[in-house]
């Protein structure tokens, strides 16, 4: 998966990631990571899907037509971007991006994530 690895390599390099990572909603499973995740990503990945799950459901069935595409959520040191990519199989994919809070821009992080989002699955 050449191109996946250069769209990952892209967030990467905006100022502040420290991870990025497609992961199976469906399972939490981590399907390609760039970056310093470490030993307990696995883990983190699940939780990260679980969390799209939950916003999905608390949205609740009014919001069908208005689907859900991306989870901010902050931390003291850390800022988590959450893209849900569209995909016809499943519950989706998400591209997760973790970033340093004291050296990110949320806004800039998210404009790159979301302009480098179409590319992963190409």
């Not at 850390?78 to 499943?90: E, N």
């Amino acid at each position: 998966m050449p191109g996946l690895r250069e769209s990952l390599g892209q967030i990467l390099e905006v100022e502040g990631v420290r991870t990025v990572a497609l992961i199976d909603i469906a399972t939490g499973m981590v399907v390609q990571s760039a970056g310093t995740g470490g030993e307990r990503f696995p883990g983190t990945a699940a939780d990260i899907a679980d969390e799209a799950r939950l916003a999905r459901a608390a949205l609740g069935r009014g919001y069908q037509d208005d689907e859900l595409e991306e989870i901010a959520l902050t931390a003291t040191g850390s800022l988590h971007l959450s893209r849900i990519l569209d995909t016809s199989l499943g519950d989706g994919l998400l591209l997760f991006v973790d970033l340093d809070r004291a050296r990110s821009n949320v806004a800039l992080a998210s404009l790159m994530v979301s302009q480098v989002a179409s590319t992963v699955l190409a």
